[in-house]
């Protein structure tokens, strides 16, 4: 390593001595304009490889039922984006940013419409609890740490190691949410699904459904969630005192899965 590498990291390192972690912390904080952004680039990424549904009437019906969840969220001030994936696989999954993809395998396979929505106020709940974004700021800070390491291996050319959050979030940041995320995404799920008037038991009867169905470990969406057992007793315990009102199923959601079907 020659002595101008050796200087440039020791006054990198320095630079950054000088701030305390709280500082450190507000430096890789993202604006809700750079969450929008990262997300928008995921996006675009994503549908470059995923099969879209292209199928105004379904996507249409999946962007109401969205945006009424979302009006009865605890963060309804952004734009929010739905779209379908023609796959068959039951699975969905949310960007930061407020775009939110659902698998047309999952409208399939939930028999009520309050199955299905339980998923889907899930996902709209990883963007309220801003989940995403933890993701993306903590790949940041690594990916520091990686720059910093580079320059001491001598690897380091013209801002190879710069941070570049959509691509961070299409290989995978997105779906690596702690299982403590996942919970929270339960917990904000059910309550907007009560506010927006559908029964949020839904939620546990789907995710009960596909438990039954064999090892929970071969559906994609329980790859990196809580056990169904504990996601039940949770929601069990979170709505004991709400009831059992709310709209379970519609006739609208059944001329979608009928749709699909054809």
């Not at 249409?60 to 994936?85: C, D, E, H, M, W």
């Not at 199955?115 to 993306?136: M, P, S, Y």
């Not at 690897?155 to 959050?165: D, I, M």
Request: hydrophobic fraction near 40%; proline fraction near 2%.
């Amino acid at each position: 390593m020659n002595k101008t590498r050796v200087l440039s990291a020791f006054l990198l390192l320095a630079f950054f001595s000088q701030f305390s972690l709280a500082a450190l912390a507000a430096l890789f904080r993202l604006t809700e304009k750079q969450e929008i952004t990262v997300g928008a680039q995921a996006a675009s990424q994503v549908e470059k490889s995923q099969p879209i549904l292209n199928d105004s009437v379904v996507t249409q019906y999946v962007t109401t039922v969205g945006n009424k969840l979302v009006a009865n969220s605890t963060r309804s001030n952004i734009p929010y984006r739905f779209r379908v994936v023609n796959s068959k696989d039951v699975n969905a999954f949310a960007l930061p940013g407020g775009f939110i993809y659902v698998n047309r395998g999952l409208i399939e396979a939930a028999s009520t419409e309050n199955e299905f929505i339980g998923v889907l106020a899930h996902e709209v709940g990883h963007v309220t609890g801003k989940h995403g974004v933890e993701q993306v700021e903590k790949a940041q800070k690594a990916n520091l740490a990686l720059g910093i390491s580079k320059i001491f291996l001598q690897r380091t050319r013209g801002g190879s190691a710069l941070f570049n959050g959509a691509q961070l979030v299409t290989q995978g940041a997105f779906l690596k949410f702690s299982r403590d995320h996942e919970r929270e995404a339960d917990r904000l799920g059910a309550e907007m699904m009560h506010k927006a008037g559908w029964n949020p038991q839904g939620m546990v009867s789907f995710f009960d459904k596909l438990a039954q169905k064999g090892d929970s470990r071969s559906v994609a969406i329980f790859s990196t969630h809580p056990a169904p057992a504990e996601r039940r007793n949770n929601i069990a315990d979170l709505t004991a005192s709400w009831g059992k009102t709310g709209t379970v199923d519609s006739t609208e959601f059944q001329k979608i899965k009928a749709r699909l079907k054809g």
